[in-house]
């Protein structure tokens, strides 16, 4: 019980964030990580693909039977239940926009001064993650980032944990926009674009450039809590 009074405790402690011009040089490094790194951020982008694709597939009633996660970066998220309407649309349209959600999210948690709960929501959420994974590799994967995150949430000053979470809005929020950039220049008859443009006869670019304005867009709008304070107010 101490133990999870403590946890509380530090989840609703808030702190002062980190200031405008440090949050602008954790950008640069997150900036830096998609264009060298891309191969691990993509995977985290597909966790949060996965997550999403998940979340509203339980939102819209279907069963959700589980979630992969693959070696080279790719994901899927099996459910049960009509295999076209509204719903279906739902479920296939949530993938690509989810990094930016938790992006977002993350965005104004850590601009708020709530980067310890933030980082214990996410410990929460791989948890749940995890129950629903039917692979090896997608499982380790997953309890690999909770066990970090949570090792870092316990013993990081405030300060660092200020760090750690403005990075990860970054990263997410920076990341998001490439794979629906990819996605333009993808075939692939079985991807999300694909798969709604059968059902809805909307063309396939009409989906993906959705993403790539929803992705921009929070972006922006993360960005802009991020590094409030950095230009001078009229």
Not at 1 to 30: C, G, Q
Not at 73 to 78: D, I, K, N
Not at 97 to 124: E, F, K, T
Not at 170 to 178: E, G, T
Request: glycine residues 10%; positive net charge; contains cysteine.
């Amino acid at each position: 019980m101490e133990l999870l009074s403590e946890l509380w405790r530090r989840a609703l402690a808030a702190h002062s964030p980190p200031a405008p011009t440090v949050s602008a040089v954790i950008a640069a490094v997150a900036a830096a990580l998609v264009l060298l790194a891309w191969p691990p951020v993509r995977m985290l982008v597909t966790v949060c693909h996965e997550a999403g694709h998940a979340v509203v597939a339980l939102l819209v009633g279907r069963k959700l039977s589980g979630i992969r996660l693959h070696s080279d970066t790719s994901g899927v998220t099996l459910s049960r239940g009509r295999p076209t309407g509204p719903g279906m649309v739902a479920v296939l349209f949530a993938g690509y926009p989810a990094a930016s959600v938790v992006g977002l999210g993350a965005a104004w948690l850590a601009g708020a001064g709530y980067a310890v709960g933030l980082l214990w929501l996410l410990v929460l959420l791989l948890a749940l993650m995890l129950i629903k994974l039917r692979n090896l590799y997608g499982a380790l994967v997953v309890l690999a980032t909770g066990v970090l995150v949570g090792l870092v949430s316990w013993y990081a000053t405030p300060a660092m944990a200020g760090w750690l979470a403005t990075g990860l809005a970054w990263l997410l929020l920076l990341s998001a926009p490439r794979p629906a950039v990819e996605l333009v220049f993808s075939h692939s008859p079985g991807s999300d674009a694909a798969q709604l443009a059968g059902l809805t006869h909307v063309p396939r670019l009409v989906w993906t450039l959705l993403w790539l304005a929803f992705t921009v867009g929070a972006l922006l709008l993360g960005a802009t809590w991020l590094l409030a304070g950095l230009l001078p107010r009229p």
